[in-house]
């Protein structure tokens, strides 16, 4: 779904990009609460690395349409919705710079409806679930399938909304409403699938590494004389000894992902549905693409992911989709290190003498 330039006048484009700045600017604010251990930087980083290449295969939904992840509800659940927003927000920077998927006067329109939109609906409406559901890994997937159902239509109405206030070609938004909601609905079960099945992949193997999941683990609570109390523990079972650091590192989950983005953007994606996606096929069908206008970086080497002067198409997509994810993957996890180091400054400021010291003059 991602916006061309041309799409949105220019008031209305500047506007949105001053809403994603701000949202980019409170995400990275909340993001250093979320990335609190060490492990958390790279993690994210491979999140945003794994929404690139999972965005990279197009699924057909009807009518010879196709849709694609968008991966805020994943990312939200995963890292937590802060660091989602700017997972996300990594992955379209990267897309329409490199690849000239997306505008870029159209930025801001897409971080608003892919990133942010996206993260907050399904982090709301899934938080809302796991507080209801019986405290399970079951439900966290059942939970992050339908955040991740709804997130996608929901993305695809503050679109149309955008696009009643600032569209360049005069159409019935009416029906441009009841298209992109209705064909988002089909594309937002492919998401909802995808969702549901990654986070129960994690779940299944490291359910301390999904943001969402936290607090499973918490003891159950018993009202005695009309108070709760915790559950007394069970008895633990005798284990074979082995070595807690080694149990607990998230490096066989990173390489594991790493290698599955690179298979999926290296090698899956020459199999990805060549039909338009959701957004082409309505502005198709209303003349709204009659506005769209050539991208920026229509000359650059990776644009419309392939590379340039290989003439091999299996070649030239295979290696795009592999350049995007370690670019991904590197441009991510730079930048929440960043944010965490930062975190860890701010801490350190904050216990500093100089900080600490207190006037116990009379």
């Given amino acids: ?7 949105i006048n220019a008031p209305v484009s500047a506007a949105t990009a001053v809403v994603a700045a701000g949202a980019i600017a409170v995400s990275l604010r909340g993001a250093r609460r979320e990335l609190g251990s060490e492990r958390a930087a790279p993690l994210a980083g491979l999140v945003a690395a794994f929404v690139f290449a999972v965005q990279m295969l197009n699924f057909p939904v009807a009518g010879g349409t196709s ?3 968008l991966g805020g509800a994943l990312a939200a659940i995963l890292v937590g919705p802060y660091t989602g927003v700017l997972c996300v927000s990594v992955v379209l920077l990267m897309q329409a710079i490199l690849f000239a998927d997306g505008g870029l006067t159209a930025l801001g329109v897409n971080v608003t409806c892919m990133a942010i939109v996206t993260t907050a609906v399904a982090y709301a409406l899934f938080r809302g679930l796991v507080k209801v559901l019986p405290r399970t890994r079951r439900s966290v997937t059942a939970a992050s399938f339908v955040a991740a159902l709804v997130s996608v239509p929901a993305s695809a109405l503050v679109f149309t909304l955008i696009y009643a206030i600032g569209g360049t070609t005069d159409v019935a938004i009416g029906r441009v409403a009841t298209a992109m909601v209705g064909v988002h609905l089909l594309i937002g079960l492919g998401e909802a699938v995808i969702t549901a099945l990654t986070v129960g992949a994690v779940l299944a193997v490291r359910p301390d590494l999904v943001y969402g ?21 069970a008895e633990p079972e005798a284990e074979p000894r082995r070595t807690p650091t080694v149990a607990r590192s998230p490096r066989g989950v ?24 959701g957004l082409e096929r309505v502005a198709i069908d209303h003349g709204i693409d009659e506005k769209a206008e050539e991208h920026d970086a229509a000359d650059s080497p990776l644009a419309d992911y392939g590379v340039k002067d290989v003439d091999n198409a299996r070649i030239s997509g295979g290696l795009a989709g592999v350049i995007g994810v370690g670019v991904t993957v590197v441009v991510g996890t730079g930048v929440f290190w960043g944010v965490r180091r930062r975190r860890a400054g701010e801490k350190a400021d904050a216990t500093s003498p100089a900080n600490t010291n207190t006037d116990t003059s009379a």
Avoid at 1 to 7: E, K, L, R, S, T
Avoid at 254 to 277: C, Q, R
């Fill in 67 to 69: 849709g694609h992840l």
């Fill in 254 to 277: 990173w390489i594991g992902g790493l290698v599955t983005s690179l298979v999926l953007a290296g090698f899956v994606s020459f199999y990805a549905s060549a039909d338009p996606d």
């Fill in 1 to 7: 779904m991602h916006v061309p330039d041309g799409f």
């Fill in 213 to 233: 999941a936290r607090g499973l683990g918490r003891r159950l609570k018993l009202r005695v004389d009309g108070e709760l109390v915790d559950a007394p523990a």
